[in-house]
């Protein structure tokens, strides 16, 4: 295998998409811009890789949070301090790859997380067509085991009322 230095560097091959189905899509959060731009361009990297259609990082609203707070514990109103804090925020959509690649996919950004950067995956899987149809059978079947328990039961209590009464009859 030929190591090919500084790929990294360049822009990642996006694969067509085939059907435009999407199975995965990856929210990234962070304080520090430079974290979270690396980490996903290394996520769209990995994609690429294993041969994900995916979308190029689109970045998100920035959530903006202040807080004034009080320099002097007591009095002087006047003499206050603001404080912000900034959370940026970049999501990539991935398509068309089969479930297990993107699990491994997942599996490989979680194992080289980077510190600083959260990430929040949510993930589509389709099923076949008529699953519906076994379902709707299995559930038949759970209705006729429930009404022939009914039945056990109501003989089962028949049974025990008949014996109680006769164990209640004095005998002559």
Known sequence: MTLVHGRSVHHPHFHPRTHDIPVAGIHFRSHHVPLLNLFTHFAVHAASSLG???????????????WTVLRSPFAHKKSQENFERRVHKRAIKAWDADPEVIQRWIAYLRKHAMPGVGMKVTTWERIPLGIGASHIVRLDHTQVSTVDASKTIKALGQKIIAEESNAAQPSV
């Open 52 to 66: 994900i259609p995916c979308s190029k990082v689109v970045p998100l609203p920035t959530q903006r949070r202040l």
